[in-house]
């Protein structure tokens, strides 16, 4: 997988369809826990369906990544969104995106887009975001850290597919994407979301500066955020907001729901950049 050099730090990317002189570029940010395999061949869909390229990253610390030191500061994806995040867009000459975030990934999108006002977004596509933090979506963190510790300490997970009788360990499904680093990387998430200086972390003051389209997309079985964010966002954003709520849908959309999730991710895609 190719590398590009961000910030002193060597990041992994992948990019599918057109350059961005061809082209508007969709540009996916991840989850706390993701990086660019987590997405699968989503990305890759959606662009062709939509008519254009998509660049696929992994942040530092993440994935094939470098690594980073811990631990995270509070205000890491303020750091994300604007000091890494327009460095990618410049590194890749992109001149039109719409950024597609995933839980975290959703976050940095929105403190770029309302912290920079940058004239290359043309909208956001935000998959489960949050804007501040909620006890559900905390109880939900201690739950995972347990069961990491309990794996990491040699106890069995509870976690299994549907599919198969053997259990699935939570950590070595992590492994597969994050390699050696797996710890680094579900520590420094883990620990920085349960700091308690974390709690008052809050990013609605972006909202009113962002004034271009934005798509939500929530599980209603969303087990780290609840449609508070959402209504939030609905009532805060100067652009126009248009909500998607999947049924049997948990935090990751674009995996529990893909058909529905990429219909309304292409819809969008196609009105914002006026492709018929």
């Known amino acids: 997988m190719p590398l590009i050099k961000i910030a002193n730090r060597q990041l ?6 057109p ?3 061809d082209a508007p570029t969709l540009v996916f940010l991840h989850e706390g826990l ?4 987590m997405w699968r061949d989503f990305p890759e869909r959606l662009a062709e369906q939509a008519g254009c390229g998509a660049l696929v990253y992994s942040r530092a610390g993440y994935g094939k990544s470098d690594q980073i030191e811990l631990p995270r500061p509070v205000s890491f994806m303020h750091e994300e969104a604007l000091t890494t995040l327009p460095q990618v867009l410049d590194a890749f000459s992109i001149r039109e995106t719409i950024l597609v975030g995933h839980s ?3 976050s940095i999108a929105i403190i ?3 912290g920079t006002r940058d004239p290359r977004v043309r909208g956001l596509i935000l998959e489960a975001p949050h804007v501040f933090v909620e006890e559900v979506g905390l109880e939900s963190i201690r739950a995972i850290a347990e069961v990491y510790r309990g794996e990491s300490a040699g106890r069995m997970s509870a976690h299994r597919p549907r599919d198969a009788g053997a259990p699935v360990l939570f950590r070595q499904r992590l492994a597969r994407y994050h390699g ?5 990387t579900f520590w420094g998430w883990n620990d920085v979301w349960l700091n308690p200086d974390f709690r008052s972390w809050n990013i609605e003051e972006y909202l ?3 004034p ?7 599980g209603t079985d969303d087990q780290y955020g609840t449609r508070a964010q959402i209504r939030k966002i609905e009532a805060g954003c100067l652009g126009p907001v248009r909500t998607v709520l999947l049924e049997n849908c948990g935090h990751t959309p674009h995996l529990d729901q893909p058909e529905g999730t990429l219909e309304a991710m292409k819809e969008f895609v196609r009105e914002v950049f006026g492709v018929r």
Do not use: R, T
């Open 12 to 17: 992994e990317y992948v990019w599918d369809g």
């Open 19 to 21: 350059s961005p002189e």
């Open 34 to 37: 993701g990086c660019v395999a």
């Open 104 to 106: 975290d990934g959703g």
């Open 112 to 114: 770029h887009a309302g």
């Open 180 to 184: 050696a680093q797996v710890d680094q």
């Open 208 to 210: 009113p500066e962002i």
């Open 212 to 218: 271009v389209p934005v798509l939500l997309i929530q």
